[in-house]
Nanobody
């Protein structure tokens, strides 16, 4: 399975951005697609995940601002991020966990005025 993120960029504080995670390969069977992020000088942290059955989970600190969803017809999982803060600046990574464990290369999100 390969994982590719897209949608990062520069956004002003209070703005919104939607990231996309597209998978390719054999994703049959149970799996979870998760988003993580890593800010400069900090450890990678969990953001949210969605299972094959549509069950979603979020980091407590991000509930209410971030929403994870999926479009199975496009093999894509989205991360809608609202009311962004400078502290959300990070490289955002997508991870597939199922038959294997695959990470994408990441997409940079910068929140700055």
């Amino acid at each position: 399975v390969q994982v590719v993120e897209s949608g990062g960029g520069l956004v002003q504080p209070g703005g919104s951005l939607t990231l996309a995670c597209t998978t390719s390969g054999d994703i049959s069977g149970f799996y979870v697609i998760a988003w993580y992020r890593q800010a400069p000088g900090k450890e990678r942290e969990y953001v949210a995940d969605i299972s094959k059955f549509g069950i979603t989970k979020y980091a407590d600190s991000l509930k209410g601002r971030f929403t994870i969803s999926r479009d199975d017809s496009k093999n894509t999982v989205y991360l809608q991020m609202n009311n962004l803060e400078p502290e959300d600046t990070a490289a955002y990574y997508c991870r597939y966990v199922g038959k294997g464990d695959a990470w994408g290369q990441g997409t940079q999100v910068t929140v700055s005025s």
